[in-house]
Protein backbone atom coordinates (compact mmCIF):
# COMPACT_ATOMS: atom_id res chain seq x y z
CA UNK A 1 0.00 0.00 0.00
CA UNK A 2 1.80 3.43 -1.34
CA UNK A 3 1.94 5.57 1.70
CA UNK A 4 -0.34 9.06 1.32
CA UNK A 5 2.64 11.57 1.71
CA UNK A 6 1.26 14.32 -0.08
CA UNK A 7 -2.00 14.57 2.00
CA UNK A 8 0.44 15.11 5.18
CA UNK A 9 2.75 17.60 4.20
CA UNK A 10 3.74 20.46 6.35
CA UNK A 11 1.66 22.85 4.81
CA UNK A 12 -1.51 20.88 4.70
CA UNK A 13 -1.30 20.06 8.53
CA UNK A 14 -0.73 23.96 9.17
CA UNK A 15 -3.51 24.71 6.77
CA UNK A 16 -6.28 22.66 7.98
CA UNK A 17 -5.19 22.95 11.82
CA UNK A 18 -5.61 27.19 11.37
CA UNK A 19 -8.90 26.28 9.51
CA UNK A 20 -10.40 23.97 12.10
CA UNK A 21 -9.16 26.98 14.74
CA UNK A 22 -11.24 29.92 12.52
CA UNK A 23 -14.62 28.07 11.98
CA UNK A 24 -14.52 26.57 15.63
CA UNK A 25 -13.57 30.56 16.71
CA UNK A 26 -16.51 31.33 13.99
CA UNK A 27 -19.29 28.56 15.61
CA UNK A 28 -18.27 30.08 19.28
CA UNK A 29 -18.76 33.51 17.76
CA UNK A 30 -22.29 32.91 16.59
CA UNK A 31 -23.19 30.80 19.53
CA UNK A 32 -21.83 33.61 22.28
CA UNK A 33 -19.10 32.02 23.90
CA UNK A 34 -17.10 34.85 23.81
CA UNK A 35 -13.79 32.65 25.93
CA UNK A 36 -13.50 30.01 22.85
CA UNK A 37 -13.87 32.42 20.17
CA UNK A 38 -11.64 35.36 20.68
CA UNK A 39 -8.64 33.12 20.98
CA UNK A 40 -9.37 30.58 18.26
CA UNK A 41 -10.17 33.45 15.91
CA UNK A 42 -7.30 35.45 16.86
CA UNK A 43 -4.62 32.10 16.41
CA UNK A 44 -6.76 30.00 13.92
CA UNK A 45 -7.32 32.65 11.25
CA UNK A 46 -3.21 33.53 11.11
CA UNK A 47 -2.43 30.33 11.42
CA UNK A 48 -4.62 29.64 8.26
CA UNK A 49 -3.04 32.28 6.09
CA UNK A 50 0.71 30.92 7.01
CA UNK A 51 -0.66 27.15 5.59
CA UNK A 52 -1.47 28.75 2.57
CA UNK A 53 1.70 30.70 2.38
CA UNK A 54 3.65 27.21 2.81
CA UNK A 55 0.92 25.60 0.51
CA UNK A 56 2.32 28.15 -2.57
CA UNK A 57 5.88 27.54 -2.14
CA UNK A 58 5.52 23.91 -1.53
CA UNK A 59 7.88 21.68 -3.46
CA UNK A 60 7.21 17.93 -2.99
CA UNK A 61 9.54 15.21 -1.96
CA UNK A 62 11.20 13.23 -4.83
CA UNK A 63 9.95 9.66 -5.43
CA UNK A 64 12.22 7.08 -3.47
CA UNK A 65 12.19 4.05 -6.01
CA UNK A 66 14.09 1.80 -3.48
CA UNK A 67 12.72 1.62 0.24
CA UNK A 68 15.20 2.98 2.38
CA UNK A 69 15.76 -0.05 4.51
CA UNK A 70 17.13 -2.28 1.29
CA UNK A 71 20.03 -0.12 0.82
CA UNK A 72 20.72 0.55 4.66
CA UNK A 73 24.45 -1.13 4.55
CA UNK A 74 25.41 -0.10 1.58
CA UNK A 75 24.70 3.50 2.48
CA UNK A 76 26.40 3.97 5.96
CA UNK A 77 29.69 2.46 3.64
CA UNK A 78 29.07 5.12 0.91
CA UNK A 79 30.05 8.88 1.24
CA UNK A 80 28.07 10.79 3.50
CA UNK A 81 28.16 13.51 0.96
CA UNK A 82 25.26 11.26 -1.29
CA UNK A 83 23.07 10.31 2.06
CA UNK A 84 22.36 14.06 3.22
CA UNK A 85 21.65 14.20 -0.70
CA UNK A 86 19.23 11.34 -0.54
CA UNK A 87 17.68 12.85 2.35
CA UNK A 88 17.79 16.57 0.82
CA UNK A 89 15.62 15.65 -1.77
CA UNK A 90 13.25 13.11 -0.13
CA UNK A 91 11.72 15.78 2.45
CA UNK A 92 9.43 18.75 1.98
CA UNK A 93 11.14 21.78 0.71
CA UNK A 94 9.59 25.48 1.03
CA UNK A 95 11.06 28.34 -1.24
CA UNK A 96 12.79 26.49 -3.70
CA UNK A 97 11.52 26.25 -7.37
CA UNK A 98 13.34 22.82 -7.69
CA UNK A 99 15.26 19.97 -5.70
CA UNK A 100 19.07 20.80 -5.92
CA UNK A 101 18.39 24.60 -6.57
CA UNK A 102 21.45 25.91 -5.68
CA UNK A 103 23.59 22.77 -6.84
CA UNK A 104 22.84 23.13 -10.29
CA UNK A 105 22.92 26.60 -10.36
CA UNK A 106 26.58 26.46 -9.00
CA UNK A 107 27.24 23.60 -12.05
CA UNK A 108 25.73 26.07 -14.56
CA UNK A 109 22.89 23.55 -14.77
CA UNK A 110 19.87 25.95 -14.36
CA UNK A 111 17.33 27.87 -16.44
CA UNK A 112 15.50 30.62 -14.47
CA UNK A 113 12.02 30.03 -16.48
CA UNK A 114 11.95 26.28 -16.62
CA UNK A 115 14.78 24.58 -14.66
CA UNK A 116 15.09 21.00 -14.27
CA UNK A 117 12.96 19.03 -11.90
CA UNK A 118 13.81 16.12 -9.95
CA UNK A 119 11.48 13.14 -10.59
CA UNK A 120 12.75 10.12 -8.78
CA UNK A 121 15.95 9.30 -6.86
CA UNK A 122 17.48 5.23 -6.50
CA UNK A 123 20.11 4.21 -4.29
CA UNK A 124 21.89 1.89 -5.71
CA UNK A 125 24.21 -0.91 -4.15
CA UNK A 126 27.21 -1.51 -6.95
CA UNK A 127 28.42 -4.96 -8.38
CA UNK A 128 31.73 -4.35 -5.98
CA UNK A 129 29.50 -3.20 -3.19
CA UNK A 130 29.81 0.41 -3.32
CA UNK A 131 27.10 2.75 -3.23
CA UNK A 132 25.63 5.18 -5.78
CA UNK A 133 22.63 7.04 -6.62
CA UNK A 134 20.34 7.38 -10.03
CA UNK A 135 18.87 11.04 -10.07
CA UNK A 136 16.09 11.33 -13.10
CA UNK A 137 15.77 14.70 -14.00
CA UNK A 138 12.93 16.12 -16.46
CA UNK A 139 15.57 17.97 -18.86
CA UNK A 140 12.82 20.91 -19.09
CA UNK A 141 15.57 24.25 -20.13
CA UNK A 142 18.73 22.32 -20.06
CA UNK A 143 19.96 20.73 -22.96
CA UNK A 144 21.40 17.09 -22.53
CA UNK A 145 24.26 18.51 -24.32
CA UNK A 146 25.19 21.32 -21.31
CA UNK A 147 24.76 18.00 -18.70
CA UNK A 148 27.33 16.14 -21.09
CA UNK A 149 29.75 19.35 -21.05
CA UNK A 150 29.37 19.32 -16.75
CA UNK A 151 30.16 15.27 -16.78
CA UNK A 152 33.11 15.22 -15.42
CA UNK A 153 32.38 17.98 -13.05
CA UNK A 154 29.37 16.63 -11.91
CA UNK A 155 30.92 13.63 -10.58
CA UNK A 156 33.44 15.21 -8.10
CA UNK A 157 30.74 18.03 -7.13
CA UNK A 158 28.99 15.67 -4.66
CA UNK A 159 31.81 13.87 -2.87
CA UNK A 160 35.58 12.84 -3.69
CA UNK A 161 35.89 9.40 -5.93
CA UNK A 162 32.56 9.92 -7.54
CA UNK A 163 32.14 9.77 -11.08
CA UNK A 164 29.40 10.96 -13.21
CA UNK A 165 27.47 8.73 -16.09
CA UNK A 166 24.23 10.43 -18.12
CA UNK A 167 21.68 8.69 -19.99
CA UNK A 168 19.16 10.72 -21.97
CA UNK A 169 15.97 9.83 -23.58
CA UNK A 170 13.76 10.91 -26.21
CA UNK A 171 11.05 11.71 -23.89
CA UNK A 172 12.74 15.03 -22.41
CA UNK A 173 14.51 12.88 -19.38
CA UNK A 174 18.20 12.36 -17.63
CA UNK A 175 19.40 9.61 -15.69
CA UNK A 176 22.14 11.44 -13.51
CA UNK A 177 23.86 8.32 -12.02
CA UNK A 178 26.38 9.12 -9.48
CA UNK A 179 28.48 6.17 -8.54
CA UNK A 180 31.97 5.07 -7.30
CA UNK A 181 34.83 5.65 -9.68
CA UNK A 182 35.71 1.70 -11.16
CA UNK A 183 39.24 0.59 -10.50
CA UNK A 184 41.29 0.66 -13.87
CA UNK A 185 43.70 -1.84 -13.72
Do not use: C
Not at 3 to 27: E, H, K, Q, R
Amino acid sequence: MKPMNGLFSPANLITVTGAVLTVIGGLAYMTGAANLSVPTLFYGFPIFLAGIALKSTELAPAKRVVPADLVAQAREKGPPELAKLVGDVTRWRYGQNAHLESSLKVLKLWDDENPPQLIEIEEIETDQGGYGVRLRFNLAGVSLERWEEKKERLGRFFAKGLEAKLIGSPEGKLDLFILPKQNQD
